[in-house]
């Protein structure tokens, strides 16, 4: 029984050794945006971005407890293309870069939707000084 007892105790010890590490993670991702003039399509894709995808990315993608900001360098066009944005929506993302889970796919966006999101996200990455860099991985 005391046995036992002490393998609880490490457990809930452990959990709360742990957790703030995976919060600092995330404030460590988390960015702030400056959102500066648009063009008109990119000022749609801020609507569509801000109703659907700001729920886990955040607000003009500044990141959330529930996911990755995408104004952040590893989302530049060398490293994400317009390409895996796209295939990100339709079918989803596996974890592999941060903490947070899988993304499931996001069937209410239509490609005309996607294509101004696109604009939008390139557009914010432009002015938080966000550049192209070749994919060394
Ligand atoms: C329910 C939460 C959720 C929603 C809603 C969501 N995402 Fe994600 N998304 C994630 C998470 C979590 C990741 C990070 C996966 C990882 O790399 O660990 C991610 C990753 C991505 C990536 C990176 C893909 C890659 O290849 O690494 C892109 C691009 C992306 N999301 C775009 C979007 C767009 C655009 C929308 C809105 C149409 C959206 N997401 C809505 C949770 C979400």
Redesign the pocket.
């Known amino acids: 029984m005391i046995k036992n007892n002490w393998g609880i105790r490490i457990l809930v010890t452990g959990f709360f050794l742990t957790s703030p590490v995976v919060l600092a993670e995330h404030f460590n991702g988390h960015v702030d945006v400056k959102v500066g003039a648009l063009s008109e399509s990119a000022q749609k894709g801020q609507l569509?971005?801000n109703r659907?995808?700001s729920?886990?990315?955040g607000d003009n993608g500044e990141g959330s407890l529930?996911?990755?900001p995408?104004i952040h360098a590893i989302?530049n066009p060398g490293h994400?293309s317009n390409q895996?944005?796209y295939?990100?929506?339709r079918n989803g993302?596996?974890?592999?870069?941060?903490?947070?889970?899988?993304?499931?796919a996001?069937k209410g966006?239509s490609f005309s939707?996607?294509s101004v999101?696109?604009k939008f996200?390139r557009e914010v990455q432009q002015q938080n000084g966000i550049v192209r860099l070749d994919h060394e991985m």
């Open positions: 569509a971005f659907t995808c729920e886990c990315h529930k996911g990755p995408l989302y994400h895996s944005f295939s990100a929506v993302v596996q974890q592999h870069h941060w903490p947070y889970g899988d993304m499931p996001q966006i939707e996607m999101i696109l996200v």
